[in-house]
C-alpha cells in the first residue's frame, strides 16, 4: 500500500509570498494519477491539480504542480488572502485498485 | 452546471444502519464511476469507495476500513448513487462526501452529509 507523506504539516506565510507543498509517495507513483486539492473551512475539497501537473478547470495559474517518482510539489507563487487553506495530494493506485489522501498541509497566514 | 447533492445524514446508535443517497446533475451520469470519501471530524480525508459504470459490470471496491460493512450501489435512471452503512461504528462518524471519478482525479464534490454514530 502507497503511503503519502506531506510537508510541512502548517506552513506560515504571508500574502504575496511563495508557498512550497511537498508530497512524498513510499513508492513510485504514476504522474498521471497524482492530484491535489483544497479545501476550505466548512467547505468541500476542490480539485486543483491532476497529472501531477495540470491544472482544473478555473484553477488560477498562480498555482502549479510538479514531480515525478516519489516526490510531488505543489506551488502558489504569489499568495492571495482566498489561499489560505488546507491542501492534500492524493495518488491512484491501479494494481489495488484504490485512491489514497495525504494527511495534509495546513497553509495560515 | 455539475450538481452533486448528499441526503441521508443523521445520528445512529452503534451497530445500526444508515442509507445516503447522492443525487447528480449537470452531466452523464451513467458513464462516470462515482466515489464515496469521508473526513472525521478534525481529520483528513479518507477514501471510502468506488462504483464503476454499467461498462464495468457496476463493480465496486472499498476501503479495508469499511468492507463487509458498507456497500455502494446506483441507480442511473434516477442519476444517483448510494452508499448503505451498516454495522456502525464510533470511529464512522465523520462528513460524507459522494464525488465523480473523471479518469482517476475526483473532479467534482457534493456539499457532504454528516453522519454522528452515538449512543
Known amino acids: 500500500e502507497i503511503v503519502l507523506t506531506q510537508s510541512p504539516g502548517t506552513l506560515s506565510l504571508s500574502p504575496g509570498e511563495r508557498a512550497t507543498l511537498s508530497c512524498r509517495a513510499s513508492q513510485i507513483v504514476s504522474s498521471s494519477f497524482l492530484a491535489w486539492y483544497q479545501q476550505k473551512l466548512g467547505q468541500a475539497p476542490r480539485l486543483l491539480i491532476y497529472g501531477a501537473s495540470t491544472r482544473a478547470t478555473g484553477i488560477p495559474d498562480r498555482f502549479s504542480g510538479s514531480g515525478s517518482g516519489t516526490d510531488f510539489t505543489l506551488t502558489i507563487s504569489r499568495l492571495e488572502p482566498e489561499d489560505f487553506a488546507l491542501y492534500y495530494c492524493?495518488?491512484?493506485?491501479?494494481?489495488?485498485?484504490?485512491?489514497?489522501f495525504g494527511q495534509g498541509t495546513k497553509l495560515e497566514i | 452546471e455539475v450538481q452533486l447533492v448528499e441526503s441521508g445524514g443523521g445520528l445512529v446508535q452503534p451497530g445500526g444502519s444508515l442509507r445516503l443517497s447522492c443525487a447528480a446533475s449537470g452531466f452523464t451520469f451513467s458513464d462516470n464511476y462515482m466515489n464515496w470519501v469521508r473526513q472525521a471530524p478534525g481529520k483528513g480525508l479518507e477514501w471510502v469507495g468506488l462504483i464503476r459504470n454499467k461498462g464495468a459490470s457496476y463493480s465496486t471496491i472499498y476501503a479495508a476500513s469499511v468492507k463487509g460493512r458498507f456497500t455502494i450501489s446506483r441507480d442511473d435512471s434516477e442519476n444517483s448513487v448510494f452508499l448503505q452503512m451498516n454495522s456502525l461504528k464510533t470511529e464512522d462518524t465523520a462528513i460524507y462526501y459522494c464525488?465523480?471519478?473523471?479518469?482517476?482525479?475526483?473532479?467534482?464534490w457534493g456539499q457532504g452529509a454528516l453522519v454522528t454514530v452515538s449512543s
Open positions: 464525488a465523480r471519478d473523471f479518469w482517476y482525479k475526483l473532479d467534482y
Open positions: 492524493q495518488q491512484y493506485d491501479t494494481s489495488l485498485p484504490r485512491f489514497t
